[in-house]
């Protein structure tokens, strides 16, 4: 075998390889990996936030908002012992909060300090407006007080449980 015959067929060999592995992990193989920082700028996205509200007023208490106008204080996941990453993903991709997903919320935030705050559970969103604007808002979805977790009045019940 000839040496361009054999350097040619350890090139289509290596592509082959290469593209089975670009192929079972979903683009993620370096240099062509599918970074989000890259591959969803200027996407719409969700994350979430806790605010204590424990000294604010009802009345404005389930408006959705911008992030300037938001009730309460801000509390620190880190603070805590929270993953920011987790508490975030957790909210927001919940699609049916059942009891169970209410009491793992909770229990990840840690029970001890809902015995003496009201935490606000919040989504977050923000989306591309034009060529360089981002619009977020705040939308109050839990309620955590002592005793109960109240749902935004604001909403159907489509909102928190999936049939």
């Known amino acids: 075998m000839s040496a361009k015959k054999k350097s040619i ?6 592509f082959l390889f290469y593209g089975l592995l670009v192929a079972t992990h979903e683009g993620e193989y370096w240099p062509f990996s599918i970074y989000p920082m890259f591959s969803k700028a200027g996407n719409p996205w969700t994350r979430a936030l806790v605010r204590d509200v424990s000294n604010s ?5 389930w408006n959705t ?6 009730n309460g204080n801000p509390v620190s996941m880190k603070s805590i012992g929270v993953d920011q990453i987790d508490y975030s993903n957790f909210v927001s991709k919940t699609k049916d909060w059942d009891t169970k997903r209410i009491k793992a919320l ?3 935030l840690g029970e001890e300090y809902l015995t003496t705050k009201d935490w606000m559970i919040y989504k977050v969103h923000g989306k591309l407006i034009g060529e360089d604007s981002v619009v977020v808002e705040t939308v109050p979805i839990l309620l955590f007080k002592s005793d109960t977790t109240l749902f935004n009045p604001n909403f159907s019940s489509e909102y928190f449980f999936s049939e």
């Open 106 to 108: 909770r229990n990840m």
């Open 57 to 61: 007023t009802p009345e404005n208490l």
């Open 9 to 14: 067929q350890i090139t289509l060999i290596s």
């Open 65 to 70: 908002t911008t992030i300037d106008e938001l």
